[in-house]
T-cell receptor, first 115, second 112 residues
Framework: DSGVTQTPKHLITATGQRVTLRCSPR?????VYWYQQSLDQGLQFLIQ???????AKGNILERFSAQQFPDLHSELNLSSLELGDSALYFC??????????????FGEGSRLTVL | QKEVEQDPGPLSVPEGAIVSLNCTYS??????FMWYRQYSRKGPELLMY????GNKEDGRFTAQVDKSSKYISLFIRDSQPSDSATYLC????????????FGPGTRLSVLP
C-alpha cells in the first residue's frame, strides 16, 4: 500500500461529459502529480501541485484542470470528454525538501472509459 | 524518435530464468535512472534508483546504467512468477517528479 488513495477506481461515461477524479496523497507529502497512462503513450505527466499551488505543467489538455485543496487532496477535472481520453489516470505524491528521495508513490489509478 | 524507448514485449520466461530488460534514451543530460514495477490493476512502485553510471544491486535485481551508450538495463536473477508485471524505466535530469520521463513499459510473464 503506497498510502496514496484515488477514487473512483472505475468510471464509465459518455462523450461530452465531465468527470472529477480525486486523490489523497501520503500523509505529510505536499507534492501531488497527475499522470495519464494509455496503451500507446505510456505514462504521461499532466500536472503537479505543491502545497496548493500549481508547480509544473506537462502534456495536459486545456479541457483538463486540477487543483489542490488546503487539506492537500487534489482533484483532476476532465471536461468535454472524447473517446481518446479513455485511459488510466494516476496520482502520485512525493516527499519534499530534505526528505525528497526522488521516489514517486503512486495510487492505484482511476480507469476512465469514455463511450 | 521518442525520448525514452523500451521494448513493450510481452516477454515470457520460465521460472528461474535470468531476465534482461532494457531502455534506450536520447537525452544525454539525464542523470537519474529508475525502474518502476507495475502489477496488473495497480500503480507503479519504485524498484531501483541509480544516479549517473554504474551498477546497483538489490537482492535478485541489478540495475546498470551506461551513459556513453545511453542505455540502461534491469536484470532479474532467479525470476519468480511473482515478478510477472510491467516494468517501466524512467529517467530525469534531477530527482523532481515532474521531470521524470517514463518508458512505455515491458510486460514480463514468468511461467511456473
Amino acid at each position: 500500500d503506497s498510502g496514496v488513495t484515488q477514487t473512483p477506481k472505475h468510471l464509465i461515461t459518455a462523450t461530452g461529459q465531465r468527470v472529477t477524479l480525486r486523490c489523497s496523497p501520503r500523509s505529510g507529502d505536499l507534492s501531488v502529480y497527475w499522470y495519464q497512462q494509455s496503451l500507446d503513450q505510456g505514462l504521461q505527466f499532466l500536472i503537479q501541485y505543491y502545497n496548493g499551488e500549481e508547480r509544473a505543467k506537462g502534456n495536459i489538455l486545456e479541457r483538463f484542470s486540477a487543483q489542490q485543496f488546503p487539506d492537500l487532496h487534489s482533484e483532476l477535472n476532465l471536461s468535454s470528454l472524447e473517446l481518446g481520453d479513455s485511459a488510466l489516470y494516476f496520482c502520485a505524491s512525493s516527499a519534499t525538501g530534505v526528505l525528497n528521495t526522488g521516489e514517486l508513490f503512486f495510487g492505484e489509478g482511476s480507469r476512465l472509459t469514455v463511450l | 524518435q521518442k525520448e525514452v524507448e523500451q521494448d513493450p514485449g510481452p516477454l515470457s520466461v520460465p521460472e528461474g530464468a535470468i531476465v534482461s530488460l532494457n531502455c534506450t534514451y536520447s537525452n544525454s543530460a539525464f542523470q537519474y535512472f529508475m525502474w518502476y514495477r507495475q502489477y496488473s490493476r495497480k500503480g507503479p512502485e519504485l524498484l531501483m534508483y541509480t544516479y549517473s553510471s554504474g551498477n546497483k544491486e538489490d537482492g535478485r535485481f541489478t540495475a546498470q546504467v551506461d551513459k556513453s551508450s545511453k542505455y540502461i538495463s534491469l536484470f532479474i536473477r532467479d525470476s519468480q512468477p511473482s515478478d510477472s508485471a510491467t516494468y517501466l524505466c524512467a529517467m530525469s535530469l534531477d530527482n523532481y517528479g515532474q521531470n521524470f520521463v517514463f518508458g512505455p513499459g515491458t510486460r514480463l510473464s514468468v511461467l511456473p
